[in-house]
């Protein structure tokens, strides 16, 4: 069916708030992917799931930042006390095992 | 360190003028790398990888060990490939574990 959702699209916040993004994989897929872009940059991984369980989260700059996939299905990346430097892209992507990485349309994060 | 390097920020060119987007990589072994393209208000997407050795829409990218190097090619560039492109470079522990560049914009004129 659809490709990957990313939700909200848009997002602005002022410092020291806490956010929340989701991103609905496509059905199947058993790879979830966050990257973050910040501006005039290529992505930078974030954080992998292979099903419910954080395969590597070696991406994650720092413990305000933590992502979850109870389901193995929908993921949400949670950022605590944002900061002006969280502003970025954030994007979802997913994947069979080992193959194409299929990514959202990001979700555009601003701090005020 | 792994590390791609896309040392253009904006290709300009012609319609029907040969385009070479330049790729280096910095990996110890044998590495798979993938270009991703990103059309104007569309998602990133994967154009070629190496190990598959295609054309797609025309474009091709040779792996070269000496030089490091993974450059993008098209003998006639088209208006429609205007766009924004990755190279990038699975980091160790994951195939979609990726590492990318910093992108090049083509912007190909009529």
């Known amino acids: 069916g659809a490709g990957v959702s990313q939700t909200p699209s848009n997002k602005v916040t002022e410092k020291g708030k806490y956010v929340e993004l989701r991103c609905d994989p496509i059905?199947?897929?058993?790879?979830l992917y966050w990257y973050r872009q910040s501006l005039g940059q290529g992505p930078e991984f974030l954080i992998y799931?292979?099903?419910?369980?954080?395969?590597?989260d070696s991406g994650l700059p720092n413990d305000r930042f933590f992502a979850v996939r109870p389901e193995g299905s929908v993921s949400t990346l949670k950022i605590q006390r944002t900061e002006r430097g969280d502003s970025a892209v954030y994007l979802c992507a997913s994947s069979s095992t080992t193959g194409e990485l299929f990514f959202g349309e990001g979700s555009r994060l601003t701090v005020l | 360190a792994q590390r791609v390097t896309q040392p253009e920020k904006l290709l300009s060119v012609f319609k029907g003028a040969p385009v070479e987007l330049k790729c280096n990589y910095s990996y110890s072994g044998s590495p798979e790398l993938f270009w991703y393209v990103q059309y104007s208000r569309q998602r990133l997407q994967l154009l070629l990888r190496h190990i598959s050795r295609e054309s797609i829409k025309g474009f091709t990218a040779d792996l070269n060990k000496g030089e490091t190097s993974f450059h993008l090619k098209k003998p006639f560039a088209q208006e429609e490939d205007s766009a924004m492109y990755y190279c990038a470079l699975p980091q160790r522990g994951g195939y979609n574990k990726l590492i990318f560049g910093a992108g090049t914009r083509l912007a190909v004129h009529p």
């Open positions: 059905s199947g897929h058993t790879a």
């Open positions: 799931f292979q099903g419910t369980g954080a395969a590597d």
